[in-house]
């Protein structure tokens, strides 16, 4: 397992600005997120979460501002190191599950045969769909495709993950079964970036970005935010700031 430093800002994002055309996309946002923790991007369609992701993966460039992933500017030489889920799935529908899950452990350098395999199966296992390894991708349900694109995403164990909405779609067993093993790997020094709208997700993450309209709205743990706006739940708070309309941090 390839960890990063406890002590290390894992995704730095000063003052980044992004437009698609006319549309913006992401307003001057700023988020430091530290080493082995589970992070959440909470906000609506359109808040800017995707966009955010696919500039810490480096398939996009900021228009102005700075972009830190693992101390580097991002791009496709981190690829070994970053672990991404799209949110629309990129798997090879007619591959099957076992050939999909190593075809991304091999581009990911993940080079030695047995070792490989080792890998290929854990991660096969962990997503419950080992008696289905040799079926294609085709042939399965929409939340198990998700599932095998976890798996893509998470197979060459590296130290931080950029995952976009990963639970959707989930059943909700698994689900608490993906947690477990978020909150091991973040044990192990591993950082988690998860984008969500679910606030089950939020209540999982060490600390939260709530967004909108291209900024982070508010920013601290689940705790803190529903404290500091004194609401019993994070929907609640996540309406709280929205209607103050201001920039917070908890
Ligand atoms: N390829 C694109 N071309 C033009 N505009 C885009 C493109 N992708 C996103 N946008 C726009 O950028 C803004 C932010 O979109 P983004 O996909 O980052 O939001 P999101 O928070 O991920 O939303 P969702 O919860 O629906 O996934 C939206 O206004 C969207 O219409
Ligand atoms: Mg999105």
Not at 28 to 48: D, K, Q, R, V, Y
Not at 109 to 130: P, Y
Not at 139 to 145: E, Q, T
Request: with cysteine.
């Amino acid at each position: 397992m390839v960890t990063s430093d406890s002590n290390q800002v894992a995704v730095d994002v000063n003052e980044v600005t992004f437009r698609y055309g006319n549309i913006r996309a992401l307003d001057a946002l700023s988020l430091e997120i530290p080493a082995g923790i589970s992070f959440g991007l909470l906000g609506p369609n359109g808040a800017g979460k995707t966009t955010l992701i696919r500039l810490l993966v480096g398939l996009l460039k900021p228009k102005s501002g700075s972009v830190r992933v693992l101390e580097e500017a991002p791009s496709r030489r981190m690829a070994n190191r970053v672990g991404y889920m799209p949110q629309l799935h990129s798997l090879y529908t007619e591959l099957s599950v076992r050939q999909n899950v190593d075809f991304f452990a091999k581009i990911n350098r993940l080079s030695d045969g047995a070792e490989r395999a080792r890998q290929v199966e854990e991660t096969i296992r962990l997503i419950d769909l080992w008696s289905r390894r040799n079926d294609s991708v085709v042939k399965l349900s929409g939340g198990m495709r998700q599932r095998v694109s976890l798996a893509c995403a998470i197979v060459h164990n590296p130290p931080l993950l950029l995952l976009d909405e990963p639970t959707v779609g989930l059943d909700p067993e698994l689900r608490v079964t993906f947690w477990e093993h978020f909150a091991n790997l973040n044990k192990q020094g591993v950082t988690i970036v998860v984008s969500s709208h679910t606030m089950d997700d939020a209540a999982h993450c060490d600390r939260l970005a709530f967004m909108r309209d291209g900024r982070v709205i508010a920013q601290g743990s689940p705790d803190e935010l529903r404290s500091n706006t004194r609401q019993d739940t994070l929907e609640d708070a996540f309406l709280y700031y929205v209607r103050s309309g201001g920039e917070h941090a908890a």
